[in-house]
């Protein structure tokens, strides 16, 4: 038992570590900081992998507040990764690149997203929420000298505890409807088909809100963009990737485990889930358009891109609660590298603006190749993993007999690929005053743009492996 | 033919399939000089173009269906593996794709702009070709299908020409991309309503879906595809396309890129949904028609020397449905030598129209004249390819059109007699072409700077217009082998006979 928390346990005695270390080291030296974190986090990886494998049968433990299984696995590696990523894009964004707090931040939110993925229990599952969303909150905030920084940061703030409260209210509800914190009982209870619909699916619509607001599903969008433009940019990148995955690792497990469809007669919440996905990714993609700011794109972008991923929500299969995984593993590393590029952009180009990206093929070939094959992958254009992402959710989709969704997933597909496309219209076509300043990209994130990189094309042509870890984790559910 | 020198384990379209992209991988990785680039391009085409002779050459007509086979599995839990195959129709296709790379490649020594990038992409695109072509997987063809797309709106945007080349780039990308994932649900749609759990097209061929699942998706799957064969009245993008593009490009849009729309049409939508195909012909006939006869009318009206070009591609491909519509033999074969032969062409004209733009610096019909005093081999070639257009006998042209007309004349005759309008128009703006362009006074404006074309300029239209008389003067060299491949499929779709 105590080794499967293991890495839960290293990443708190590595936010001690780095806490005390900055303060022990001087200002030139805390340059070591980020490599200490990345390093802490890759021990972390490897006693995942090597000493908290779970077993062919899921367990509960600590008193059924957690549940390891395979999708607890998977997540955390995403998670990890993630996060491994994020810091090393960091340490080449001067503004944060020396500043412990920030690091220890990182690990806290990566701590309470472990958490989420593994929870069982709706204490601790809103407990690994506000553990994951209080460091968040600050991070957004982190450049205080910077207004906009500020106001994403508080702007976060009180939309996250908004509906935090909406969510608890649902607990709450479900809590007194089943007599239980635990997920598994609850799905009894609810099981037993004494409880009236419309509270089932009031508690549902309640509990969503928070989750909603995670994964940044329309209606509860609205601070998505504001936040990823104000934030530090590798936070930004942190928050559509990490933070969404861990959204949509509790959506699944809450949404199977705890409200089995067997329990509705007839209506229940795929429905509404189908509903929500073609509304978030129409939206999303919709106002994506407009955008002259990068990282308003990718915001708007990953809106559309949760509404992709819910259609594989909705589907409520394996198939579909495959490709929900595969999607979100493709998704993890290719927005990762999309706003990873962002990041190091921003230091030459010192605007976020559309306009100034232009001619950067010219500035810096592997940079404007990295960023265009990342924003061909979240097009879906093969040889790329978003290709097989894309390809698996409307599969899960037709599956499902909900041919209709993946005819708006086509349409916003297409919407998608054109304004990918006028980015890099403007990466490869257009020409620039500048044109002659090279862009250089620090050492730290030009290893993770590689590995993205690979990733990504790795997810896009090798399949088969991923496909079955995505469904063993998925099958953790069913 | 079937040459015997074949080591049965040497995996030859995986080689042709996979060694373009790899190289185009490679190359940016290359340092950006344009010498060196140039001749690593060059001997990868070359040795690809080969390669497909090779496989041109060994393939036996009296040989299985499909030869060359070689399956790898890929994704066995979704049943989709790498199955590579070619038959009777689609061989000759690969062996135009080796054609027009090679050629493509030769026009292109002269881009200056990001050599390096502009060779990756063109041949990121040629693997997608040759992956369709050969591949006998749904979900492959699919997956080659949207490689083969996406490069085009790169290599038109950036080296295109630079009045039309954002907007026609930008058009064409969504033009092609919204017919390909149309077809994909309805892909997907077969594959579960099948439930085999395979995408191999030979065993879904075989499931037997209901009729009135194939009424609904046949539509839907064959619209999807024949976007890219330039359908009437999705054809939009593809003058556009052709004139925009660079001159390889364009050989590679016109020339291969479109057969790719149609021969996956046929593939999917027809094979795989025959009972479909016999319910909605007579309407994809009639949208036929339209691009057949339309597409020359306005070819006639254009002044722009490459928008007559693009727009006789319109009229062309439309043969090319034409004759799939029919639904009985004579028109799949035409259908299908008509591909080979109007790739073959289409190529030929857009080289010779580079070649003159690139010299003259306009392309306006009225601003020419006489630049065949300057260029006799480009000249010769347009001729050729002219008389390839209108079908004279002796070249590939009229080894193609006969057979479609014939097939017309048999399912629906008073197509057959509106159609052949078609050919008199070809001929009007053809002969229009030659005169005003090639032939009569050069205006002082262009006549600096007219010159001869290089010898490997030449080289690369002498392979084209070898292949276009070739195929003219001994239909057998080819027509046995498609003959053969739609002989092979007439049971499964249900072709009337000769």
């Known amino acids: 038992m105590f080794l499967t928390l293991l890495p839960e346990i290293t990443l708190v005695v590595l936010a001690f570590v780095v806490l005390t270390t900055d303060l022990a080291l001087d200002r030139q030296s805390r340059a070591f900081l980020p490599y200490l974190t990345a390093a802490g986090m890759l021990l972390a990886v490897i006693f995942t992998i090597v000493f908290a494998l779970p077993g062919d049968k899921p367990q509960l433990i600590f008193g059924g507040m957690l549940r390891h299984d395979w999708l607890t696995f998977v997540f955390r590696l995403v998670f990890l990764f993630g996060a491994l990523a994020t810091v090393l894009f960091s340490a080449g964004w001067e503004r944060v690149a020396r500043r412990g707090e920030y690091y220890v931040l990182i690990i806290t939110s990566t701590l309470g997203m472990m958490l989420m993925g593994a929870s069982a229990d709706l204490v601790m599952l809103f407990l690994a929420i506000e553990t994951t969303s209080i460091p968040l909150y600050i991070l957004a905030g982190f450049i205080t000298e910077d207004d906009k920084s500020t106001e994403s940061g508080f702007k976060y703030l009180l939309f996250g505890a908004m509906t935090t409260a909406i969510m608890l209210y649902g607990f709450s509800m479900l809590y007194g409807f089943s007599g239980s914190t635990n997920l598994y009982w609850i799905a009894g209870a609810l099981m037993s088909g004494e409880l009236p619909f419309i509270s089932m699916m009031g508690t549902v619509i309640l509990v969503m809100a928070g989750f909603a607001f995670k994964v940044s599903m329309v209606p509860f969008h609205f601070w998505a963009p504001d936040v990823y433009e104000g934030s530090p940019t590798p936070i930004a990148g942190f928050l559509s990737t990490a933070s969404k995955a861990a959204g949509f690792a509790v959506i699944i497990r809450v949404l199977l485990t705890a409200f089995p469809l067997e329990a509705f007669g007839g209506v229940d919440w795929t429905m509404m889930m189908a509903i929500a996905a073609a509304l978030t990714m129409s939206v999303g993609n919709l106002i994506a358009l407009a955008q002259t700011n990068i990282k308003r794109l990718l915001a708007y972008s990953s809106v559309a891109h949760a509404g992709y991923i819910l259609m594989g929500i909705a589907a409520a299969s394996e198939l579909g609660g495959l490709s929900v995984v595969f999607y979100i593993i493709v998704y993890l590393v290719t927005n990762l590298a999309a706003f990873g590029v962002v990041a190091v952009a921003e230091r030459t180009l010192g605007s976020n603006d559309l306009e100034a990206y232009d001619g950067l093929s010219r500035r810096s070939p592997a940079l404007a190749l990295v960023l265009l094959i990342s924003l061909l992958s979240l097009a879906g254009v093969p040889p790329m993993g978003g290709f097989i992402a894309k390809v698996l959710v409307f599969a899960a989709a037709v599956e499902a007999n909900m041919v209709w969704l993946a005819v708006v997933g086509i349409l916003n597909a297409i919407v998608g690929l054109y304004y990918y496309l006028i980015v890099l219209k403007r990466v490869y076509l257009f020409r620039s005053e500048e044109e002659d300043k090279p862009v250089p990209i620090p050492r730290p994130s030009a290893v993770a743009l590689t590995v993205c990189l690979i990733a990504i094309l790795v997810f896009g042509t090798i399949i088969a492996p991923w496909f079955d870890y995505s469904g063993i984790a998925a099958g953790a559910l069913f | ?498």
């Open chain 2, 1 to 498: 033919m079937g040459l015997n020198v074949f080591a049965e384990e040497i995996p030859y379209l995986l080689i042709i399939t996979l060694l373009p992209i790899v190289a185009g991988a490679l190359l940016l990785a290359l340092p950006n000089r344009h010498k060196l680039i140039y001749n690593v391009a060059l001997g990868v085409a070359t040795v690809t173009l080969l390669l497909t002779v090779l496989v041109f050459l060994g393939f036996d007509i009296n040989g299985d269906q499909y030869q060359f086979a070689d399956e790898y599995t890929w994704l066995p839990q979704f049943g989709i593996s790498l199955k590579f195959a070619v038959d009777g129709i689609s061989t000759p296709l690969v062996l135009l794709t080796g054609i027009v790379m090679f050629t493509g490649v030769i026009i292109s020594q002269r881009i200056d702009d990001r050599p390096r990038e502009f060779f990756a992409f063109m041949f990121i695109l040629a693997s997608g070709v040759f992956g369709v072509f050969v591949s006998l997987d749904l979900f492959m063809l699919f997956f080659f299908y949207e490689i083969a797309v996406f490069p085009m709106y790169l290599l038109i945007a950036i080296w295109g020409w630079k009045e039309t080349r954002e907007y026609a780039a930008m058009k064409l990308t969504l033009y092609l991309f919204i017919g390909s994932v149309v077809a994909l649900i309805g892909a997907l749609a077969m594959y579960f309503t099948s439930g085999l759990n395979t995408f191999d097209m030979v065993d879904l061929a075989a499931a037997n879906f209901s009729t009135e699942f194939q009424n609904l998706w046949f539509p839907f799957v064959f619209l999807g595809f024949a976007v890219l064969g330039g359908i009437w009245p999705f054809h939009n993008w593809s003058p556009d396309g052709h004139v925009a593009a660079p001159t390889a490009v364009s050989m590679f849009h016109a020339g291969v890129l479109m057969k790719l729309g149609a021969f996956a049409a046929l593939r999917v939508g027809i094979m795989l949904l025959p009972e479909g195909a016999h319910t909605h012909m007579w309407w994809v006939i009639l949208l036929a028609l339209v691009n057949v006869v339309y597409g020359a009318f306005i070819a006639m009206r254009q002044n722009d020397f490459k928008y007559v070009i693009g727009f006789s591609s319109v009229s062309h491909m439309g043969l090319v449905v034409m004759g799939f519509a029919t639904l009985n033999q004579n028109g799949f074969i035409g259908a299908s030598v008509q591909m080979f032969s109007h790739g073959v062409m289409t190529a030929l004209f857009f080289a010779v129209v580079g070649m003159v733009y690139d010299q003259a610096h306009t392309r306006q019909i009225p601003e020419l004249g006489g630049v065949g005093k300057y260029m006799k081999i480009p000249t010769l070639a347009f001729i050729i390819g002219g008389l390839v257009s209108m079908g004279m006998p002796g070249f590939s042209g009229f080894v193609a059109e006969f057979p479609i007309f014939m097939g017309v004349w048999q399912a629906y005759p008073w197509i057959a007699i509106v159609a052949v309008i078609s050919i008199v128009l070809t001929a009007s703006y053809i002969i229009r072409i030659v005169s005003k362009v090639f032939f009569g006074e050069t205006p002082a404006e262009i006549a600096d700077h007219l010159h001869d074309v290089t010898r490997s300029e030449k080289l690369a239209l002498g392979v084209l217009a070898f292949f276009l008389v070739g195929l003219g003067v001994f239909p057998g060299m080819m027509v046995p082998m498609f003959a053969e491949g739609v002989r092979q499929i007439a049971p499964l779709i249900g072709l009337g006979g000769f």
